[in-house]
């Protein structure tokens, strides 16, 4: 989006304004890719709470087709692993909770933006379209900030629930061979 008419500016003015407007791009830029992460966070999360799922009925068939005589470290071992797959899907579906955003730029606060600039009369062109420049810079850095802290929230749930469900797992596979090698 070109933020002024160049006429009447210096050539430094000019090149000032470039790159501010290569600053508000570059956020621009970022945000988009923070929402992709976002997003795969999403899926992943949605993923884990499938396979911990997928795990969670298998047990519990496990469960019911086990003899009454079965092995106290085999309901143990079975025991914990419900436990790791159960917070699993906890920690994933924490993942996936909605969290608030700043929002980014466009659209209403845009407007907002360009009905201030277009008002500033009295300013110079340059002056003028500096600040909406750099305001327009400062709200996407919000924005990201904003979606990143979101994001390192989410990821930390999501690893959470990976290192759950893979210790369920071992211990879902330790209950099936002491039940197997136990009688």
Do not use: Y
């Amino acid at each position: 989006m070109a933020i002024a008419r160049e006429v009447g500016m210096t050539e430094d003015e000019k090149a000032q304004l470039k790159l501010l407007q290569q600053a508000v791009d570059s956020f621009a830029d970022e945000h988009r890719g923070l929402a992709d992460q976002w997003d795969a966070i999403d899926r992943k999360a949605l993923g884990m709470v499938t396979v911990a799922g997928i795990f969670i009925a298998g047990i519990l068939a496990f469960v019911r087709a086990l003899s009454t005589g079965a092995h106290c470290a085999v309901k143990v071992a079975l025991s914990f692993t419900m436990l790791c797959l159960t917070f699993s899907v906890l920690a994933a579906l924490l993942a996936l909770l909605l969290r608030s955003a700043v929002e980014s730029p466009h659209g209403s606060k845009l407007k907002e933006m360009v009905d201030d600039l277009i008002a500033k009369t009295g300013a110079a062109e340059f002056t003028r379209s500096a600040d909406f420049a750099r305001d327009h810079a400062s709200l996407w850095k919000a924005a990201n900030e904003s979606v990143r802290t979101g994001n390192i929230s989410k990821a930390h749930w999501l690893e959470t629930s990976q290192v759950l469900l893979v210790i369920g797992i071992v211990a879902a596979s330790a209950a099936t061979v002491l039940e197997m090698w136990g009688h």
